[in-house]
């Protein structure tokens, strides 16, 4: 494979999830002139039409990450059963005779389409720029940029909706959507040096088993993307709404998702042009960006609320809190490495489970409030919500302050094939053990392990390791190791 492969990669797989992004974060356009055209549907119904499909999407890559990786890492032809069903999303919502309509054809075919080509996307990017390459955090940045397009988004779903009415907008952008994700399916490939996840007599079976301090870790990471992603999509779902209420028209009423959008695109912007230039400057540092910047939404949405009624005001709060948002989109996969201390194929699909819940969830917290109060302490509710992510990141810090050496992730691997081998005397412990540390070293990064003629323990230190280990040490020398 060409050395410039990879980038061309990470290129298309970085456009697959911007465009997707983008349609996630205009959706509340379509939002705005459904609510409009069918005033008998409730805000909070089609907020979950905009909220579900993604959803779908989020709460499914775990099941689609397994089939992908179980089935051969078959990478392109996963992205063009993706890009395929949602160009079916796309056509069948252009003909629903009502919203309700839209939860079978946009939340079920879309959902599936999103899994598949967010699973593929992610998956290409961390096999071909894993966790010991030098610009693991600015390709993992990359594949997280949607908030870049959602300005480009935003202004184009209102003039395809407003010149031509939304059903025609749904083709048009199924059309463009194909034709963008299938450049993915005939770039897409895998690393050839790179060993299969399949489960055979060799792999034997991989157990996780965490301290209970990681487990604590999980959950808060988990927490705070639910919250994250109640917030975004609370944000841009219902802005371009709120804004309609006193506009004639949707192109003069998305100003403030435009804002909110530009604001979030900032930090991507700046995020990967630091990245690439400083390569792992941002590394372990990403938790202290989330915490600051988060307490800066905070603030920032808890203003707003007392100071909506000034047109300037809000205008510069909708910048300045999606400013304050976007670290915690843009750095979606590296910030879930260093969070959850989990290698990058494990912590996204916990990444984006926590999002899905998140989208399921979020308009109960944000549509719901807004249609029954008429906006009045939509601001305020977020704002609080934001507090409660501030207290999770606070804590995550916290503990993994704390951690010691000791502290590690454990991934137990047994192997029967190897067993057998070994107790028929056709190998001998140490051989048979590195053959298989080698295999699930590529796999999962791990920066110690050691071995025994049963299994083979493998411990993901918190502290990174510039050398790859290249011996099998005995488990009691490890233990020594550790405890100096």
Request: a neutral charge; charged letters at 15%; proline letters at 2%.
């Amino acid at each position: 494979m060409l050395r410039i492969y990879p980038w061309l990669i990470l290129i298309t797989a970085a456009m697959s999830v911007i465009f997707l992004g983008g349609k996630r974060r205009a959706f509340g356009i379509f939002v705005a002139k459904l609510h409009s055209e069918f005033n008998q549907t409730s805000l909070a119904e089609l907020n979950w039409i905009g909220d579900s499909y993604a959803a779908v999407g989020y709460l499914s890559t775990t099941l689609t990450t397994s089939v992908i990786l179980t089935s051969g890492r078959w990478y392109g032809l996963s992205q063009f059963f993706g890009a395929c069903f949602v160009l079916l999303a796309c056509i069948t919502s252009a003909f629903v005779p009502n919203p309700h309509w839209l939860f079978l054809t946009h939340t079920l075919f879309h959902g599936i389409g999103s899994s598949l080509v967010l699973s593929t996307s992610g998956l290409v990017v961390n096999e071909h720029f894993d966790k010991n390459h030098d610009y693991h955090i600015l390709a993992t940045t990359l594949v997280s940029g949607g908030s870049v397009a959602s300005i480009l988004f935003v202004e184009l779903y209102a003039i395809l909706i407003d010149y031509h009415g939304w059903r025609l907008a749904f083709i048009v952008l199924g059309v463009l959507y194909f034709f963008v994700l299938l450049l993915g399916a005939f770039v897409f490939r895998k690393d050839s040096t790179k060993s299969d996840y399949q489960n055979n007599k060799t792999d034997g079976c991989i157990r996780l088993h965490m301290h209970w301090q990681q487990r604590i870790l999980l959950i808060l990471w988990t927490v705070d993307r639910i919250i994250t992603s109640i917030v975004t999509y609370g944000m841009l779902l219902n802005l371009a709404d709120y804004m309609y209420r006193h506009e004639s028209s949707l192109q003069k009423s998305v100003l403030l998702t435009n804002l909110f959008a530009a604001g979030e695109a900032t930090t991507y912007l700046i995020g990967a042009s630091l990245t690439a230039l400083t390569k792992d400057f941002l590394k372990n540092r990403l938790k202290y960006i989330l915490i600051g910047t988060s307490i800066g939404m905070a603030f920032g949405l808890i203003t707003w609320e007392f100071v909506a009624f000034s047109h300037s005001l809000s205008s510069f709060l909708s910048y300045a809190t999606g400013f304050c948002l976007g670290p915690s989109v843009t750095f979606l996969f590296p910030a879930g490495e260093e969070m959850t201390l989990l290698p990058g194929h494990l912590a996204y699909p916990f990444s984006l489970g926590g999002m899905g819940i998140g989208m399921a969830l979020s308009p109960i917290l944000s549509a719901f409030i807004a249609q029954t109060f008429k906006y009045r302490w939509f601001f305020l509710v977020q704002g609080i919500i934001v507090i409660i992510k501030c207290v999770c990141l606070i804590c995550s810090w916290m503990i993994l302050k704390n951690l010691t050496k000791s502290d590690m992730f454990i991934v137990e691997t047994e192997s029967i094939h190897e067993e057998s081998k070994i107790s028929t005397g056709k190998c001998d412990t140490t051989s048979c053990g590195s053959q298989v540390n080698h295999k699930i070293y590529d796999n999962l990064s791990p920066e110690i392990f050691s071995s025994t003629s049963s299994e083979t323990e493998y411990l993901i230190s918190p502290i990174t390791q510039k050398r790859p280990v290249s011996k099998v040490s005995s488990l009691i020398s490890v233990t020594s190791n550790l405890k100096d």
